[in-house]
């Protein structure tokens, strides 16, 4: 997946050369193949456990001790600096404020009732999530806007983009804009057919406008749907036709030949696989498919989409360095207050019950991987993440 937007992550690699008296100055190239897509700065992680400065520190767990050296305050943490004990880089990156454009599927299968007891909807059940969404804490300061498509009576759907290329709601900011949100929501009601492209090709438009009037931040679409691309009444006396491949071919199109916006994708309802192609065409792998269409579920799945949006989970480690000691390895959050916390490495992303970071593979690392709710913490605003890896021993001759 691309990383969209991230904190701060750092990566200290060593070279086959480290020593006690190597210079930080000198570190080259070394992991600049693992996280070149983050930018390279100056700058460090002190391991040094004797590091002097006010910029306290927590340590936990087995990983070598990161320090920060420098004044310590609300707004500053000082400088990160790489200890004299081995050679490493410095990888980091701006915290960028997200913006979500949903598009809406407001087609009639929306109407289908998924609990006889109460009648609701799947439309029910998705407006819940998204008010539980909206109102979360950690969605504050988002950008949240809204278009709607599939709202043609069935047999006089639209294929043309123009048609949706006006936002119900426009993207502002969290939670001021959560009420005009909930109510345009609310207010819709499952009508038409699905004339999917067309909605990804309008939300897209509106996207990219945004993009380039607010240049500082990122901005993804997020397709709701419940459905297949198509319009099987209109298409008997129309040319529109709205197709899977179609569909496909504006979330590339947006991605690819626009302002380069990836689409995530989120299907309620049963049998809805195919809606991964969408989701891999706008770049963003696979589509979160909700079949039992619980308010949970749905919710479950827009929080996954806010964390993979937001920041690197998944942190390539530099398969060129040898004699790193994996089992000296420090993943490290800072919060906007400058204290540093180690995280816990477990096992698996089934040991993630309370957070902490994995390996891909014990034995052979490539990745290091977030729990998923320790992905979703660390975007809080103010708060940085850093990782280092261990120098091994080296034999001389």
Do not use: W
């Not at 020593?19 to 570190?27: I, L, P, Q, W």
């Not at 939300?203 to 099987?232: F, I, M, S, Y």
């Amino acid at each position: 997946m691309r990383p969209i937007c991230f904190t701060v992550v750092a990566l200290l690699s060593c070279a086959s050369g480290c020593s006690d008296n190597s210079d930080s100055g000198s570190s080259g190239n070394d992991g600049a193949g693992a996280a070149a897509n983050y930018g390279a700065v100056n700058g460090g992680i002190d391991l040094d456990p004797h590091a002097s400065g006010s910029g306290g520190s927590t340590s936990t767990g087995d990983g070598p001790d990161v320090g920060v050296s420098g004044s310590s305050n609300s707004s500053s943490c000082g400088s990160l600096e790489v200890s004299n004990d081995c050679v490493g880089e410095v990888f980091e990156g701006e915290g960028i404020p997200l913006d979500i454009q949903i598009i809406f599927d407001q087609s009639g299968s929306m109407a289908t009732v998924i609990d006889e007891s109460t009648g609701e909807t799947r439309m029910d059940s998705v407006y819940r999530a998204v008010e539980a969404f909206v109102t979360d804490s950690e969605s504050i300061g988002m950008g949240v806007g809204l278009s709607f498509f599939g709202y043609q009576p069935i047999g006089a759907t639209s294929c043309d983009p123009d048609d949706y290329d006006t936002a119900a709601v426009g993207i502002a900011t969290l939670p001021g804009n959560s009420g005009t949100l909930l109510a345009s929501l609310g207010a819709a009601e499952p009508t038409g057919e699905t004339p999917t492209s067309a909605g990804i090709e309008g939300g897209c438009r509106l996207a990219t406008a945004h993009r380039k009037q607010n240049p500082g931040r990122a901005v993804v679409n997020l397709l709701v749907t419940d459905g297949e691309p198509k319009a099987p009444v209109t298409s008997k006396s129309t040319d529109c036709n709205p197709t899977l491949g179609q569909a496909v071919a504006a979330a590339q199109a947006c991605l690819n030949d626009g302002e380069g916006i990836p689409t995530y994708v989120l299907g309620v309802g049963p049998s809805l696989d195919n809606l991964d192609q969408i989701a891999a065409a706008g770049g963003t792998e696979r589509a979160y498919l909700v079949a039992d269409d619980s308010s949970s579920g749905v919710l479950d799945a827009l929080n996954r989409v806010r964390a993979s949006a937001t920041i690197p989970c998944e942190m390539p480690i530099d398969s060129s360095q040898s004699g790193l000691m994996y089992e000296k390895t420090s993943v490290v959050t800072q919060s906007g207050g400058c204290e540093l916390t180690h995280l816990t490495r477990v096992e698996s992303a089934a040991d993630c019950a309370s957070g902490g970071f994995y390996f891909d593979d014990a034995e052979s690392p490539s990745n290091i991987l977030l729990c998923e709710s320790t992905c979703g913490a660390v975007k809080q605003p103010g708060m940085k993440l850093l990782y280092a890896i261990g120098c091994g021993i080296q034999e001389v001759k």
